[in-house]
């Protein structure tokens, strides 16, 4: 049988559409990789010195990082069980997180704000944030879905720059 016209037109854009997709999440992936080197170099002076639960803290975030870093990686590969296994490994983190903050544990090496104190409550609701778009992430790693990975990927990250701006010192 001879496809038609309006049926190949249809195939080729779907091929388009999913070509533009893939180079969408390409170019992602290299921005999230070449910001996660950027700020693990400057973490690398920052875990100088430190102990404790500060050191346990940055420890956790560091992990994290390297999750999320390889996961735009496994993105363009497309290989959604490990895209889940990793995001999972983050969200058991981001549960943890605001008991990673006990009062008085800032300054010194600690790039935390007094703000995580003085608002522990919006602190405690964007890591709550963080492992609901998690949550996002794993749902669609497992139902394989690149589209939905993608946006639920954009949200992870959104979530991690939303605490940072308000939290971390830069």
């Known amino acids: 049988e001879t496809p ?13 559409v999913n070509s533009m997709n893939r180079k969408a999440r390409i170019a992602l992936a290299l921005t999230v990789t070449f910001s996660a080197s950027i700020a693990g170099m400057a973490q690398l002076s920052a875990h100088d010195g430190a102990t404790g639960v500060v050191k346990q803290r940055m420890d956790g975030f560091k992990a994290s990082q390297q999750n999320l870093k390889a996961i735009s990686q496994l993105m363009q590969m497309e290989e959604y069980a490990e895209i889940a ?3 999972d490994k983050m969200r058991s983190w981001g549960v943890a997180i605001p008991d990673a903050f006990p009062a008085g544990s800032g300054g010194g ?3 935390a704000r007094p703000e995580i104190w003085e608002d522990f409550a919006g602190f405690t609701l964007a890591a709550s944030n963080h492992v609901d778009a998690l949550d996002g992430l794993i749902g669609a790693a497992k139902a394989g879905d690149a589209n939905a990975v993608t946006a639920a990927f954009k949200s992870v990250v959104g979530t991690c720059k939303a605490c940072h701006m308000k939290f971390r010192k830069m």
């Open 109 to 111: 090496v600690s790039d």
């Open 4 to 16: 038609t016209t309006p049926n190949l037109i249809q195939k080729s854009g779907c091929r388009e």
């Open 85 to 87: 296994e990793r995001a």
